[in-house]
């Protein structure tokens, strides 16, 4: 998250005296989540955020993992995941690794009653059903059907939801998620090639300040563990803050999609990168303009990654019997490309409507209980027909 912002008021000067209107001093926060070596911002808060009053049992929240090895084309069932009222406990890890955990979730209810942070991971949500608006130190940003919300980890949140028909395709990184690092300039600005720019991407707004004493709760995840951290004040007592490190949202809708006479590879449709995984968007788009070209995919030997592709609305042609919500995964090792029918029939159509979100992970994933029971069986020799 390069770009400067700042909301609220802050002093001239970053570690100089700020006092608030009584005389008393503001508590001045680094945050950032890579040392003091990177982004950073700085907030101001009413209190100190360190006052813990007391601590619940923790209990872990640990993915269960259900097949570490395989090899194999697999497909599930997103939308088969149960809905759940909270929050937390409707957010089920599906495929994990030690760079991310792709986690499913149909929250039905918003959070109101305690305050969540995910100590170890970026989160990446992906709003495919519902909307509503994130809560965050740093101000609100309201979100709708294709935004993606990218939140440092250690941000302090709560989700609020229009209704109770929500569905999120999360990925949970531990490193920090970026924009793709050849379409920024030296200094941080995205370049005249990249699939968007600064005008896409919406910061926090309307800085609310809770100056409130009293028992909130912070659950906190550390190391697959929830900890419930009780603070003696309102966590979003900020008054003011900069800095490059913080939340945003970037709809799908956004992403500039790029073409060819001949196909593109799938780098054209990146929008973020981590640490050993890449994020990319499939947007609807013109077909390769070429008289002879094929629009469908080549086969592909994706020997050193594992491909996830997020199913979300419109057509897919190189795939059968696609629904909304399925999520696909093309292990490293085995060739994979378009199904039995898919490149003759690409062949001479002008435009897709397809929408879907990728994750290519560079190590394998491992399988989770709880995708089993969404697996489509028969998927694995579905190119055989
Ligand atoms: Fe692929």
Not at 53 to 62: F, L
Not at 77 to 86: L, Q, R, S, T
Not at 177 to 198: D, T
Not at 327 to 348: Q, Y
Request: proline fraction near 8%; charge should be negative; glycine fraction near 6%.
């Amino acid at each position: 998250m390069p770009h400067y912002q700042s909301l609220g008021n802050i002093p001239h000067k970053r570690h100089t005296q700020f006092r608030k209107p009584d005389g008393q001093l503001y508590s001045e926060q680094l945050f950032s989540t890579e040392g003091f070596s990177n982004d950073y911002s700085i907030l101001y808060h009413c209190h100190p955020p360190t006052q813990i009053i007391h601590t619940d049992e923790p209990y872990s929240v640990a993915p269960q993992v259900a097949e570490e090895k395989m090899l194999k084309h697999r497909s599930f069932e997103g939308f088969n995941i149960k809905p759940a009222k909270d929050f937390l406990d409707s957010r089920i890890p599906v495929l994990v690794n030690n760079d991310c955990h792709i986690v499913l979730a149909a929250p039905q209810e918003s959070m109101t009653n305690y305050f969540y942070k995910n100590a170890d991971a970026d989160e990446m949500i992906f709003v495919h059903e519902g909307s509503g608006v994130l809560h965050t130190q740093y101000g609100e940003l309201s979100f709708g059907y294709g935004d993606y919300l990218v939140i440092p980890r250690g941000t302090i949140y709560q989700i609020s939801f229009a209704d109770s028909n929500n569905r999120l395709f999360i990925v949970e990184s531990f490193s920090p998620i970026r924009y793709p690092k050849r379409y920024m300039s030296k200094y941080g600005q995205l370049l005249e090639h990249s699939p968007f720019c600064e005008r896409d991407i919406r910061a926090p707004k309307d800085l609310k300040t809770y100056d409130e004493a009293g028992d909130f709760i912070i659950k906190t995840k550390k190391k697959g563990v929830m900890y419930g951290l009780h603070y003696a004040h309102h966590p979003f007592d900020v008054v003011g803050w900069d800095g490059c490190c913080y939340p945003f949202a970037f709809s799908i809708h956004d992403f500039e999609p790029i073409t060819g006479r001949v196909h593109q590879p799938p780098p054209v449709h990146q929008t973020f990168e981590a640490h050993n995984f890449v994020v990319c968007s499939f947007v609807p788009r013109l077909y390769d303009y070429h008289p002879q070209a094929i629009p469908a995919p080549y086969n592909h030997s994706n020997i050193d990654s594992d491909e996830v592709l997020y199913y979300v609305d419109g057509d897919f042609m190189s795939r059968k019997n696609v629904t909304r919500g399925m999520i696909t995964l093309h292990p490293a090792g085995i060739p994979h490309g378009p199904h039995p029918g898919a490149v003759e029939k690409s062949i001479g159509k002008k435009e897709t409507q397809e929408l879907a979100v990728m994750v290519d992970t560079f190590h394998p994933l491992m399988l989770t209980k709880q995708a089993l029971e969404i697996e489509n069986p028969g998927y694995t020799m579905s190119w055989a027909e």
